[in-house]
């Protein structure tokens, strides 16, 4: 019997190979990257300080002297621009969170019922991807929010939905558990002779930024998930029948789990975009980070710091959304063997 041949012994490092080639070349581009940033920066504060203009970040420790609508943390006018930012912060990531969750289902349903054997389902469904992928986003938020503050009742004479649900140009009132004197209180809202009270709420412009939203998003979500169906061989839905499976079953159990490999990345650039599209809620008075970061601009005078942190913001949340969906995309992957 033929000993294996032992493996080669690998080539040794050297200063004048390939490899420390490529990592001389980038270490020089990080340099080279680093002294361009340094010199932006000392220009910019150089040019700041000729024209009068403070700079810095301490104006977050200053009292920010504004209110805010909806406020987290028990938010004050008197309270520091951080906690200002950090409401801010709370309010895009709720609106982020919530839609994105909504999107996928209502997309989910949309790009499934795109293969539906009843010819009106599939119509709709192709209707309202090509009606709301195709109107900007800026106005749908402005139609909404225009519904919600012109359309609908006052509060004094809120539609009833439900019985426990009502609406009106306040918002949404519902049934929800209530912090009060270190306990939850689980409360029903009551119509009153003013507005509804008692329950949880929802205002008229978390309503319109949320199905904005919501709805410009989950059409893109059900090409994408039309996409992935598609892609699936035909002879899959075939052997499902073949072995007595219905349709929507063997469209749960064996085609949307082979399409997950490719519906997962784009699905991604959905999350992403719906995060960032939130910075346009500022048009409709939703008080999401953009908004605060005007407000607290146009009181301190800190352009550059305000955008800077905006511009961090988003780059955090969209760094943690990609890890996150590589992650479940890596789990999802089909293993071969």
């Known amino acids: 019997m033929i000993p294996p041949r032992p493996p ?33 920066v000392s220009n910019t504060l150089a040019n700041m300080r000729a024209r009068g203009i403070q700079s810095g970040f301490d104006f977050l420790s200053q ?10 943390f028990n938010y004050e006018a008197t309270s520091p621009y951080w906690k200002a930012f950090l409401v801010g912060l709370m309010n895009t990531l709720r609106v982020a969170v919530i839609g994105c969750v909504l999107a996928t289902l209502l997309g989910t349903l949309l790009g499934v019922a795109r293969f539906s054997r009843n010819a009106l389902l599939r119509g709709l469904s192709y209707a309202y991807v090509e009606l709301f992928r195709n109107i900007p986003l800026l106005l749908q938020l402005l139609v909404w929010y225009l519904l919600f503050v012109e359309y609908l009742p006052a509060a004094n004479e809120a539609l009833n939905i439900g019985k426990f649900i009502f ?18 209180v689980f409360q029903v809202p009551v119509a009153g002779e003013i507005q509804v009270e008692g329950g949880g709420s929802l ?8 199905l904005g939203l919501v709805f410009y998003t989950s059409a893109f979500i059900a090409e994408v998930v039309r996409a992935g169906i598609a892609s699936v061989p035909a002879g899959q839905r075939e052997a499902g ?45 939703y008080p999401e980070l953009v908004s605060i970061a005007n407000t607290s601009m146009n009181q301190s005078g800190r ?13 955090t949340l969209s760094l943690i959304t990609s890890a996150l969906m590589n992650w479940f995309n890596r789990r999802a992957a089909i293993k071969e063997r």
């Not at 085609?255 to 500022?282: C, D, E, F, G």
């Open 8 to 40: 080669a012994p690998g080539r040794p490092f050297s200063w004048r190979g390939a490899k420390a080639r490529g990592i001389v070349y980038q270490l020089l581009a990080v340099a080279v990257i680093a002294l361009l940033g340094w010199l932006l």
């Open 63 to 72: 009292s920010a002297g504004f209110d805010i609508g909806e406020n987290w």
């Open 167 to 184: 609406l009106s140009k306040n918002g949404l009132a519902f049934p929800s558990f209530v912090w009060e004197q270190g306990h939850l």
């Open 203 to 210: 205002s008229p412009e978390f309503m319109a930024v949320l």
């Open 241 to 285: 029948a073949s072995i007595g499976l219905s349709r929507a079953r063997t469209m749960r159990l064996i085609v949307l789990p082979q399409a997950l490999r490719l519906i997962i990345p784009p699905l991604t650039n959905q999350y992403l975009n719906l995060t960032k599209n939130s910075s346009l809620a500022v048009a409709v008075g």
């Open 303 to 315: 352009a550059v710091e305000c955008i800077a942190i905006i511009m961090a913001v988003y780059l």
